[in-house]
């Protein structure tokens, strides 16, 4: 049973439950970051394959770790239009 809160006064509990709920929201929205990349990273490799360019191991290696949304949406782009996966990261 949890009764430390007890002592601690009515702003002081607000003060936590703010804090909680700050952190928790943060957390959200660095979690949906992360995912919006991973789907990008993925995006660019389905692209790829689809168009019959080869990817090596090091340069899925780096779109998939890529956390930049900007970048990962250029690759997209040029993913479209590339005749080989070098050309990608120029």
């Excluded at 809160?5 to 709920?21: L, P, V």
């Excluded at 660095?30 to 340069?59: F, H, N, P």
Aim: proline fraction near 0%.
């Amino acid at each position: 049973m949890r009764t430390e809160s007890r002592w601690y006064s009515e702003t002081a509990r607000a003060w936590i439950a703010e804090g909680k709920a700050q952190g928790i929201a943060e957390g959200k929205a660095q979690g949906i970051a992360e995912g919006e990349a991973v789907g990008e990273a993925k995006s660019v490799l389905l692209i790829l394959e689809a168009r019959g360019i080869t990817v090596t191991d090091e340069q899925r290696q780096r779109v998939l770790t890529c956390t930049d949304l900007q970048q990962l949406e250029t690759w997209v782009r040029r993913a479209a239009t590339i005749s080989s996966a070098d050309e990608l990261f120029n």
